[in-house]
């Protein structure tokens, strides 16, 4: 059952930043966007972990998956297959993204370990 609140509520947050984010922007600014950011991944950030829609043990990529998809099947079921293969190359960018920090989150922890069993 957890599984499927994770599913759930980040559903909910992807559909809320894909559909209002964009307004509040465009009618606002970037003030507007600010606004739409603290008030949507607040509340859906208070939603997921402190009320327990979504508390996964172990390593999870958060809210930004479910977001992330919203946003890409958005164009899809919108424009069409051609937008999702479009959003390929991206895809292919975040991917080696992620794969660079969780390296160098990795050399981080392993030199933090190094230099606390040094220093005592």
Same mark, same amino acid.
């Given at each position: 059952?957890? =599984?499927?609140?994770?599913?759930?509520?980040?559903?909910?947050?992807?559909?809320?930043?894909?559909?209002?984010?964009?307004?509040?922007?465009?009618?606002?600014?970037?003030?507007? #966007?600010?606004?739409?950011?603290?008030?949507?991944?607040?509340?859906?950030?208070?939603?997921? =972990?402190?009320?327990?829609?979504?508390?996964?043990?172990?390593?999870?990529?958060?809210?930004?998956?479910?977001?992330?998809?919203? #946003?890409?099947?958005?164009?899809?079921?919108?424009?069409?297959?051609?937008?999702?293969?479009?959003?390929?190359?991206?895809?292919?960018?975040?991917?080696?993204? #992620?794969?660079? #920090?969780?390296?160098?989150?990795?050399?981080?922890?392993?030199?933090?370990?190094?230099?606390?069993?040094?220093?005592?």
């Amino acid at each position: 059952m957890k =599984h499927v609140g994770t599913m759930i509520g980040t559903a909910i947050a992807g559909m809320f930043v894909m559909s209002v984010w964009g307004a509040f922007a465009g009618e606002y600014g970037i003030g507007g #966007g600010w606004f739409a950011g603290f008030i949507i991944i607040g509340t859906m950030w208070f939603l997921n =972990h402190y009320i327990g829609i979504h508390n996964n043990d172990g390593a999870w990529v958060d809210m930004a998956l479910g977001i992330g998809m919203c #946003g890409t099947m958005r164009g899809v079921f919108e424009q069409g297959i051609g937008a999702g293969i479009g959003s390929l190359p991206t895809l292919g960018v975040v991917l080696v993204g #992620g794969m660079v #920090g969780g390296y160098m989150a990795y050399k981080l922890e392993v030199y933090l370990a190094e230099k606390e069993k040094l220093e005592s």
